[in-house]
């Protein structure tokens, strides 16, 4: 079975401090992507990355970056320099083939709450 | 080129009464997955469609859930006789392919918000 975890439920920073968020899978497959999505206040779902499991080289983006380790199995994201913008509930997601598609299993979320 | 369209946004419904969410694909993208998000909870798959086709509904509720791709026009989720436990957000995504073996990923509409009283 595949699974997504997020122990961190609330995080609250203060602006331009850096915050983490830990994301942790669990799959018997082999072959799987990994997500991150954003949901501000607003609802709506925003792309944030794509890593296939062959490519564990870490990733940089402007102020975010992931921190991809197989061996733990966990695919944890970072925000350097935090903003007020960047307050969102953020899920990390699991896709892993099926037969012939893949199906997302995401993980419950984490709150981030960036005070000014 | 528009993006994943959801609507309504926001429904709201009495109890027993039937609720209807339409979801148009992005431009060129034949694969539909519905998901929904209860209050406080991360997104849980219901049902993968392609044109015309079900390809798995193992998330969606047994009874009074159903989801139809027609060869033309959007994808419809319906929920009939509806509870106060339907409340959520229900979430479609689209992709062009199906995501096993490609390098394309699913786009998310907005989202309709379904409220019932």
């Known amino acids: 079975a595949q699974k997504v975890t997020q122990a961190q439920t609330e995080i609250s920073v203060v602006e331009k401090e850096d915050v983490t968020l830990d994301c942790v899978y669990e799959t018997r497959d082999t072959t799987y992507y990994l997500f991150w999505y954003k949901q501000p206040p607003s609802g709506e779902l925003v792309f944030l990355i794509r890593r296939n499991s062959f490519d564990e080289q870490n990733e940089i983006s402007g102020r975010y970056s992931w921190n991809f380790q197989k061996s733990t199995s966990s695919f944890n994201f970072t925000i350097t320099a935090s903003q007020v913008v960047d307050s969102a509930v953020y899920f990390c997601a699991l896709s892993v083939l099926k037969t012939s598609y893949d199906k997302v299993i995401f993980g419950p979320g984490t709150s981030l709450s960036v005070i000014p | 080129n528009a993006g994943v369209m959801q609507n309504p946004r926001h429904l709201v419904r009495r109890r027993g009464q039937e609720a209807r969410l339409r979801c148009s694909p992005m431009k060129g993208h034949s694969h539909v997955y519905w998901y929904r998000q209860l209050p406080e909870e991360g997104l849980k798959f219901m049902v993968y469609l392609q044109k015309e086709n079900i390809i798995d509904e193992s998330g969606m509720p047994k009874e009074r859930f159903s989801a139809e791709f027609p060869k033309e026009g959007p994808s419809i989720l319906r929920i009939q006789q509806v509870v106060r436990g339907d409340s959520a957000a229900y979430f479609c995504?689209?992709?062009?392919?199906?995501?096993?073996?490609?390098?394309?990923?699913?786009?998310f509409g907005p989202g309709t918000r379904l409220t019932v009283l």
């Open positions: 995504a689209s992709s062009p392919l199906p995501l096993g073996g490609s390098t394309d990923t699913q786009y």
